[in-house]
C-alpha cells in the first residue's frame, strides 16, 4: 500500500483522474527509475495482471500468486531477469498461466525454462501451465503463435492451434471483466505495448425502480446482462424479488425497463515502454492509449538528449508528453527515467507536463 500511495502521490496534476470510483488499482512496482513493472489489480477479481518482470522484490509471494496474466514487453534484462521469482512461486500450484510477449518469445521463455533440470516434475502433484501467446502484429488475417509449456513434461513446448483475432484492434484475450490488447512497437526488437481495459458499467437507478414500483432482487442481473450484451428491446426479461419466484414470474420487454440503467465506460489503462520516436510507433502507442484514464509511459530522456534517446531507440520527455496528449489521456504516469539525471526527476516530470499540456 505504501508503494501505491506513493504513486499516487507522485500523480502529476495536469492530468487529474476525475470522479469515477477506479476498479483498476496499478502499481509501479518500481519508481520512476527502477526497472520497469506495472502489478494491476481490479475489484471483485481474484487475478491480477502483471506487466514485465525485471525486478519483482516490491512484491510478496501473495501477490504472485495472485498474477493470472503476464505480459512482457521485450526480453531485455530489465523488463525479463526476475521471472524466475515468479515461476518459484508458481511451481506447485494447479495454475493455467497465459504470458504474452513478441515474436519469439516462446522460444525464449522455453530456454529460460530450460535452465533448471526437471526430471522430478512428476512428483509434484499439481501441474503448472504456462501458455506463450506472441504477438506479431494486427494486420487483416494476423495468426499469433501460441505454446504450451507444461511443469509435468519438464515445460516441453507444445505447438497449438494459432490466435487468430477476430478484431483487428490487438485484442489478445479476455480475464473476467478485463480485455487485454497489444500492439507491436519498435525498440530495434519488437516489443509491445499494452492496453488493459474494463468492461463497461450497468448501473441500475434504484430510485427509478421504486417510481415504477418494481422490486430489487436477482432479476436485476439478467435485466444487466441484456443491456450490455445489446438485446433488442423485445427481448423478454423476467421480474421477480426471489430466485424462488423465477418460474412463472412476470416477463416485461427489455425496451419498456432501459430506462432503469445507465452504461458508463470502463475503466482504460495503458502501458507503454521501450520504442523509438518514430511517426509508425507514434501511430500505435497513440491508438493504443487513446482515451486511457491512466497512461504508463516512458520518458527516459531529457528533450535536449533526443540524439542519445534517437540512439538508443527510446523517447524524449517532450515524446512522451506529445504522444500522451495526442491520445487524450486522462492521467499521466512517466516512468522509466535514465540513471544520467540523478536528482532530476522534477525536471522530466516538468518537462513532461510541459509537453503534454501544450497546445497546438
Not at 502433484?125 to 504477438?135: H, S
Not at 481495459?197 to 450497468?202: D, R, S, W
Request: hydrophobic share 45%; with cysteine; aromatic share 6%.
Amino acid at each position: 500500500m505504501a508503494a501505491a500511495a506513493r504513486l499516487d502521490a507522485a500523480a502529476p496534476p495536469w492530468h487529474p483522474f476525475g470522479a469515477m470510483r477506479p476498479t483498476l488499482h496499478p502499481r509501479l512496482l518500481n519508481g520512476r527509475g527502477g526497472d520497469p513493472g506495472l502489478y494491476v489489480e481490479a475489484m471483485h477479481l481474484s487475478d491480477a495482471v502483471l506487466f514485465d518482470c525485471g525486478d519483482l522484490s516490491a512484491l510478496a509471494p501473495r501477490h504472485l500468486l495472485r498474477v493470472g496474466l503476464l505480459g512482457i514487453s521485450h526480453a531485455h534484462m530489465d523488463h525479463w531477469a526476475d521471472f524466475d521469482r515468479l515461476l518459484r512461486v508458481l511451481v506447485g500450484r494447479a495454475r493455467r498461466l497465459p504470458v504474452v510477449g513478441p515474436e519469439g518469445f516462446a522460444q525464449r521463455l522455453f530456454h529460460r525454462l530450460q535452465s533448471y533440470t526437471w526430471n522430478l516434475a512428476d512428483r509434484i502433484r499439481d501441474d503448472l501451465v504456462l501458455e506463450a501467446i506472441e504477438v506479431t502484429g494486427t494486420a487483416a488475417g494476423a495468426a499469433w503463435p501460441r505454446t504450451r509449456l507444461r511443469l509435468h513434461s519438464g515445460f516441453r513446448p507444445e505447438p497449438l492451434p494459432p490466435l487468430v483475432p477476430a478484431t483487428p484492434d490487438g485484442t489478445v484475450l479476455h480475464l473476467g471483466r478485463l480485455r487485454l490488447r497489444a500492439a507491436v512497437l519498435d525498440h530495434g526488437t519488437p516489443c509491445l505495448g499494452f492496453a488493459l481495459e474494463e468492461a463497461e458499467h450497468v448501473n441500475v437507478w434504484r430510485s427509478r425502480l421504486e417510481e415504477r414500483g418494481l422490486p430489487v432482487g436477482p432479476w436485476l442481473a439478467g435485466l444487466k446482462a441484456a443491456v450490455a450484451e445489446g438485446c433488442p428491446d423485445d427481448h423478454p426479461v423476467a421480474v421477480f424479488a426471489r430466485a424462488s419466484e423465477a418460474a412463472g414470474a412476470p416477463v416485461r420487454p427489455l425496451g419498456t425497463l432501459r430506462d432503469l440503467v445507465s452504461v458508463t465506460p470502463g475503466q482504460r489503462l495503458a502501458y507503454l515502454t521501450d520504442f523509438a520516436d518514430t511517426p509508425a510507433n507514434r501511430a500505435a502507442a497513440v491508438a493504443l492509449a487513446r482515451r486511457a484514464d491512466i497512461l504508463f509511459i516512458e520518458a527516459p530522456f531529457l528533450a535536449e538528449d533526443a540524439a542519445i534517446a534517437a540512439e538508443r531507440r527510446h523517447l524524449t520527455t517532450r515524446a512522451a508528453g506529445e504522444i500522451a496528449r495526442e491520445a487524450g489521456v486522462r492521467r499521466l504516469e512517466p516512468f522509466h527515467f535514465s540513471p544520467r539525471y540523478p536528482g532530476g526527476e522534477g525536471r522530466l516530470l516538468a518537462e513532461v507536463a510541459a509537453a503534454a499540456s501544450r497546445t497546438a
